[in-house]
């Protein structure tokens, strides 16, 4: 990883590193479906969990979460290099989809599950590579199971995103998932910690104006203002992560 949360010890930031290494190895000749090399997506969910102040175990986990179900790496030497705990949060996050939603709070971990909530958001944020009708019904259960999920884990800014984006794709209206899609990616300079908050306040706004080129007016003047909003931003809410 580029950069790591400043709270893990020396010993810990190595593990991360290193699960980054074994990760980008096995899906070295894998990619998504925008064409991006597949280590963006486990690199994204462990950043996701970093801003949350996730321990060292559960973001190796996150950068490892596909290693055991999309490659041929073998479970007992993912075991002997990260020990049992990590491939533990590993091996439970893959058969969750497989039971109904109202078990996954009495059967899982909270840290699984907190996993799988971070996984499910980096996928709605890149959702538009899939079919359309694979949209609708992710869109629709991130609605039904994963903000609700994402509540009772106390990730309410996580919680809110989910149901930003997951009420745009379900609109219908192509012009708003666009123009949310151009909000979200320049919303990235904004610290980790507010930037749900935010994006929830303007889809609010977007919303209620009457037009597409009332929003599209919208979406220019905010973008113009966001560098400003960031640096605002972040003099009150300091970056903790850092350099290794």
């Known amino acids: ?92 996050l893959q058969p969750l989809d497989a039971l109904p939603a109202e078990d996954w709070q009495t059967t899982t971990d909270e840290r699984v599950l907190t996993l799988k909530v971070a996984d499910r958001l980096h996928n709605q944020r ?48 192509a012009g708003m998932q666009a123009i949310l899609r151009v909000i979200t990616a320049g919303a990235t300079i904004l610290p980790p910690a507010v930037r749900a908050r935010w994006i929830a306040e303007w889809l609010g706004e977007l919303n209620a104006l009457p037009d597409q080129r009332a929003r599209r007016r919208f979406t220019v003047e905010l973008l113009a203002g966001m560098p400003r909003l960031a640096v605002m931003l972040r003099r009150r809410n300091p970056d903790r992560r850092r350099r290794p």
């Open 1 to 92: 990883m580029s950069t790591l949360p400043d709270y893990l010890t020396a010993d810990q930031a190595r593990m991360v590193e290193r699960a980054h290494t074994v990760a980008a190895y096995w899906h070295r000749d894998q990619t998504r479906r925008s064409g991006e090399p597949y280590i963006t997506h486990p690199l994204a969910v462990a950043a996701i969990l970093a801003d949350l102040g996730a321990d060292h175990e559960l973001l190796c986990a996150a950068l490892l979460h596909d290693v055991l179900e999309d490659t041929a790496c073998p479970k007992t030497e993912l075991a002997a290099e990260f020990g049992e705990t990590i491939v533990r949060l590993v091996t439970d």
């Open 126 to 173: 890149t959702m538009r590579f899939l079919p359309p009708e694979k949209q609708l019904r992710k869109a629709r259960e991130t609605l039904d199971v994963f903000v609700p999920i994402a509540g009772r884990l106390g990730m309410h800014e996580i919680g809110r995103e989910l149901e930003g984006l997951a009420q745009a794709r379900l609109s219908g209206d």
